[in-house]
């Protein structure tokens, strides 16, 4: 096994402290060999010279003839800086804005000014996954990948075809058969990836794939693969970056396989122990209630971080219920339909940075949410909305106060599910449905209705 040598910026080291073994960047791993624990891209930031004041990363955008300097994702790169600058891939992700909405905040209780919505479904495959895959294809392109894999709820398959056919990579994608949104499964069959559909939900997807890259020396790019969380980072750059480095208070966050959350809590706690920052966000990581995990686990049984003493027994006993009980996840919002989420683990960390809270809605909350931040924003995917919907439980229990700082990250496109928003607005008539109307091919009754 390669040790990091010390003069290394950069290495690899397991999250289990009472292991906490370290690997050099080029090995390729996804869980730690000695404990089976998830890993971390660590630094040794006396070792990187990044900048002093974060404006230095904002004045890098304008070089629009610098793939790298463009890149939402690159032009932070002195703080995922993981691999020399000519593996580094760029699609053009992370072009991405933070709009500040008032009717929103109004839906959910908030004052004017409170709300920020950050758009993610604006990357190339309408997915915040874009930032995770220019990372973990530049650590793929590192290492001379030439095959890769993934499961996927629908936007990781989608993100991981897109970057593989750009970067030249076979691609096998493994999906739930039936479990994934209609835009996303198009993308993967249309980026040309092998689209494996397997008759199970997403969970038994993650276990095969992670089997099949064992087997078969396959480059995995789910969210075990700990450069792709580098790459989620940024979206909390990008944020801070939006109003002007300062802090929100909240960062409102879906919660799936927990990649985000985890990432999210590292750039913060990475940012602060830089001097970057002088505070840290708290964070609420919002699941739907048909797979609820991680709120069942955090709020019901109260496991925690404990200082990476994490109580596995506690995990343990929940799994062996959900499995007695024969237990598949079931929620409207596909991309969150998970129960046995990776990053588990992570996720707990980042709650204990960032002071976080756990709390699950229902589908009928996230459908009536995502019409509204269709109605008065950009529109959304449904798991997206569950930000909306969680936010509008937290003002009313006056845990987020109406006139702090919020920033909700809207991961996926409105398109990417069309299907359940045809159907709310047309058949299912929802609070906030806008319903088509039928007329006969006749101008006089087109214009009586009109008028
Ligand atoms: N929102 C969207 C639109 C997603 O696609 C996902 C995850 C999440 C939220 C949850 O994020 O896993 O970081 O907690 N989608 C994965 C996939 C699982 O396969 O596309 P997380």
């Known amino acids: 096994m390669s040790k990091p040598k010390q003069s290394d910026a950069v290495y690899q080291k397991c999250i289990n402290p009472a292991c906490a073994a370290e690997f050099d960047c080029a090995q390729v791993l996804f869980k730690c060999p000695e404990c089976g624990e998830l890993l971390d891209a660590l630094y040794n930031w006396d070792k990187i010279e990044v900048p002093d004041k974060l404006n230095d990363f904002a004045e890098r955008w304008a070089n629009r003839d610098n793939r790298l300097d463009f890149s939402g994702v690159w032009r932070f790169r002195e703080l995922l800086n993981f691999c020399d600058d000519k593996h580094k891939v760029t699609i053009g992700e992370g072009q991405t804005i933070l709009q500040r909405n008032d009717a929103v905040a109004g839906y959910v209780g908030m004052k004017p000014a409170c709300l920020y919505l950050q758009y993610e479904g604006l990357n190339p495959s309408g997915s915040f996954k874009d930032n995770g895959m220019a990372a973990a294809f530049s650590h793929a392109a590192s290492v001379g990948a030439k095959s890769c ?21 076979k691609c096998t994608v493994f999906v739930g058969s039936g479990r994934i949104a209609f835009g996303k499964l198009s993308q993967a069959m249309d980026y040309g990836a092998l689209t494996i559909q397997v008759l199970g939900d997403f969970d038994d997807c993650m276990r095969q794939v992670q089997a099949v890259c064992s087997r078969l020396g396959l480059y995995l790019l789910n969210s075990l693969n700990p450069f792709r969380l580098e790459g989620q980072k940024t979206i909390m750059y990008r944020i801070i970056e939006a ?39 708290r964070m609420a990581i919002v699941n739907s209630t048909g797979a609820a995990t991680l709120a069942d686990l955090v709020n019901n049984r109260k496991l925690s971080w404990n200082n990476g003493r994490v109580e596995q027994k506690i995990i343990d006993d929940y799994y062996a219920d959900l499995a007695a009980r024969n237990f598949s996840p079931h929620t409207c919002a596909s991309a969150i339909e998970i129960a046995h989420p990776v990053n588990l683990k992570k996720s707990l960390r980042a709650i204990d940075i960032c002071n976080g809270v756990v709390l699950a809605v229902t589908d009928e909350e996230i459908c009536d949410a995502k019409a509204i931040v269709g109605k008065f924003g950009l529109g959304c995917e449904p798991a997206s909305a569950a930000t909306i919907a969680g936010l509008k439980h937290l003002v009313t229990d006056g845990i987020v106060d109406s006139n702090q700082r919020v920033a909700c990250v809207l991961t996926g496109h409105l398109l990417k599910d069309p299907d359940l928003t045809v159907n709310y607005h047309k058949d299912r008539l929802g609070r906030f449905s806008n319903r088509p109307v039928e007329v006969p091919n006749d101008l006089d009754e087109i214009i009586k209705l009109i008028h």
């Open 243 to 281: 109003l002007g480095w300062e802090v929100p208070d909240w960062i409102i966050v879906p919660g799936g396989n927990l990649g985000n959350s985890s990432a999210f809590g590292k750039a913060f706690y990475e940012l602060k122990q830089l001097g970057l920052i002088d505070r840290i966000p």
């Open 149 to 169: 894999a993934c499961a996927s709820t629908g936007n990781t398959s989608a993100s991981v075809a897109l970057y593989a056919h750009h970067c030249g990579l």
